[in-house]
């Protein structure tokens, strides 16, 4: 079945230092999601990306989708207190469920 | 807007006895509904998915079971609860095309 890898697996920055988690898939993938889920809440949906080579960018956050559409890639420049959480990309081929990756927890030291 | 609400938020339950998690949605109709695992620590494993009333597919065999009783009501069950159930269960809809949205949660420690 589908697999889909994330690294790290956990990373601690300085506040302020740029941080980025890597999402790889054994397939090709249709779409790829990335949800954020702070410390003792749930996860919420930030971005999909379905294009390959597509970047999207959210403020400080930069998402990126590989040219042949087997990873992808979550950038947050500047890092501050309030992106400490655990960042999940979940990933499908066409209809089929998605799959999550096993996140990378984010601490950010102040 | 839509709405999802899960409950209870936590949950200490014996090796042994029945379990029943409830989910339900506001805001929505015919809504696909999800239940995940999450292990302390550990990425998102779904359990069970549904695209209507009474149907139910699982996505893992295991000591759990769900049903969809209503449309907008997805209930998770087990007889007998393991140690191994203890984990964070999350309930979810998708509104297609965009992303899942997941209700707060239950933290159920098995003991």
């Known amino acids: 079945g589908q697999q889909v890898m994330q690294i790290p697996q956990y990373q601690h920055v300085q506040e302020g230092e740029d941080f980025t988690t890597y999402c790889n898939s054994s397939?090709?993938?249709?779409?790829i999601q990335w949800y954020k889920q702070r410390p003792g809440g749930h996860p919420v949906f930030l971005i999909q990306?379905?294009?390959?080579?597509e970047v999207k960018k959210q403020k400080r956050l930069t998402f990126q989708f590989g040219e042949a559409k087997k990873n992808s890639s979550l950038h947050i420049t500047a890092t501050q207190t309030t992106d400490v959480g655990t960042y999940f990309c979940?990933?499908?081929?066409?209809?089929?469920?998605?799959?999550f990756g096993p996140g990378t927890r984010l601490s950010v030291l102040p | 807007s839509q709405t999802i609400h899960q409950w209870p938020a936590t949950l200490v339950q014996p090796v042994g006895s029945p379990l029943s998690l409830e989910c339900t949605v506001e805001?929505?109709?015919?809504?696909?509904l999800y239940w995940y695992r999450q292990a302390a620590g550990r990425g998102l494993q779904l359990l069970f998915y549904?695209?209507?009333?009474?149907?139910i597919s699982s996505e893992v065999p295991q000591n759990l079971s769900a049903s969809r009783p209503q449309d907008r009501q997805f209930i998770l069950s087990s007889k007998k609860l393991l140690l191994s159930d203890s984990g964070f269960y999350l309930c979810?809809?998708?509104?297609?095309?965009?992303?899942?949205?997941f209700g707060s949660g239950t933290r159920l420690t098995v003991v």
């Open positions: 805001g929505t109709s015919n809504p696909n």
């Open positions: 990306l379905v294009k390959s080579g």
């Open positions: 979810a809809w998708r509104d297609r095309p965009y992303g899942y949205t």
């Open positions: 979940a990933a499908t081929n066409y209809g089929q469920n998605f799959v």
């Open positions: 549904s695209v209507g009333i009474g149907q």
């Open positions: 397939t090709t993938l249709s779409n």
